[in-house]
């Protein structure tokens, strides 16, 4: 893990087009600002775990080999 230290209004630049900038802080609470294509995604983590979650149960939905209706069959 890279750890770096930035100061309001300082940024940080991820390869060639994403820029993170630091907007504010606020006692022990630090605001980000991103810039980045429309393509890439940035979420908080907890958001990330909650669609990659879902995202497994709708990949295991949609395989008929790992349900347990098809199971019992097999």
Do not use: Y
């Amino acid at each position: 893990m890279l750890v770096l230290n930035r100061k309001l209004g300082e940024r940080i630049v991820i390869g060639n087009d994403i820029v993170v900038t630091v907007v504010g802080i606020h006692g022990s609470r630090v605001t980000l600002g991103f810039q980045c294509p429309d393509h890439v995604p940035v979420h908080r983590e907890e958001v990330h775990r909650r669609i990659c979650d879902e995202q497994s149960i709708n990949a295991r939905d949609a395989d008929p080999s790992e349900s347990s209706f098809f199971a019992e069959f097999a």
